[in-house]
């Protein structure tokens, strides 16, 4: 039997940055253009998804997704301290009702990464500050449009900071051959390179974060107290390899990355789980990737049913619902995408069992899109966007996707088509 509980959400995510294009007062594109930057490539026009954004939602709601979870983006709506742009609001606002429009449930994040440079130049997310100026951004722009959210999250992957400490992946940030790159980095932003929310990590974070996340919930919750509120959080399925010094590696690994965070669930209404692997605990201390496994065009172990692991500790810890709010894959080989998709769902369906509260699954991500430090190469999407023409085109991973939602079970007709099919169709364009 392959049914989910009526009601299910089932969606795909993007992030403003990543799809809308032409981001330009954000701290991220800054970094992008510094020369020589930590980023392969800039985001430039992105998906143009300012844009297009109603054939998006048309397209997702033609494939029978019923949710879709996508990201304000403060640089637009407080471009310089305290001016708030009625015209980035009103944009956003359209969005909703597009989503509403087609049937879709609108899951509004209000930070997903990015943030406007007079944040950074004033220290950004490793300074204090942040955590007022969040509140008032997120005050406002509840204000305007919180009441007709489905579900509204807070601050996306709130432990990523940590986590990447913690897994060392900020090591290219540092020693000789980076040093060019930090300078030209920090030059660009007119502060230091922590103020960039991927990179601040470490002392003091955790705390300044949860403050934050805590005044935005509340900011959001008055504005709109039937919406749902909550966090996302970065959760991979751990394993310890046999022996005492990678258990206890792995003890202080939960406690820098998951503690503080899931603790700060307490008042919150749900939790986003976002899951994309399995980390090896070794008895050296470094988490790492299995010897000799599978691994997809990130890097990543290829583990689909990680992500059940991760629901079921999401659950343990603090017994909110669930919803996954980011799931997926970067792989060219769509029938890899398919595959990944059933099995996470399987794993999914298998925690639900074992009841487990999901009340959703969110697949990342509707398009392929600018993957932050690695440009446009990884592909994660259910559409591939060309990246000359901005034309769409659906993969039958969507299709199979948005089967199972039509249905709201696994078990439905294969083989779905392989191949590309036009983008067309759905937006009564075809
Ligand atoms: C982020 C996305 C990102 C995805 C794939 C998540 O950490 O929320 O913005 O694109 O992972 O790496």
Known sequence: MGEFPSGFVWGAATAAHQVEGGNWNADCWALEHARPSLFVEPSGDACDHAARYGDDIALLAGLGLNAYRFSIEWARIEPEEGAFSMAALDHYRRVIEACWTRGVQPIGTFHHFTSPRWVARQGGWADDRIIDCFARYCERTADALAHELAWACTINEINIPDTLVAQKRLRALDGPEAAERRAAAQSALGAPLESFYLFAGGAGYAERACAAHAKARDAIGAAAPHVPVG????????????????????????????????????????????????MMHFRDGRPGRPKGCVRTMMGYEYRPEALGFACRDAWAQTRKPILVTESGIATANDAERRAFIRTALDSVRDALADGV???????????????????????FGLIGVDRVTQRRALKPSAAMLGAIARVNSLDIAEPIEEGIVGAGAAVGLG
């Not at 010094?245 to 976002?274: H, N």
């Not at 509260?357 to 592909?379: A, Q």
């Open 231 to 278: 966090m996302t959080m970065s959760i991979q399925e751990d394993e310890a390899e046999d022996h005492d010094d990678a258990r206890e590696a792995l003890a202080r690994y939960r406690a820098a990355v998951y503690a503080p965070y899931y603790a700060a669930t307490a008042k919150d209404d749900f939790i986003g789980v976002q899951t994309y692997t399995r």
């Open 357 to 379: 509260d999901i009340r959703g699954y969110v697949y990342w991500t509707l398009l392929d899109n600018y993957e932050w430090l690695s440009g446009y190469r990884p592909t």
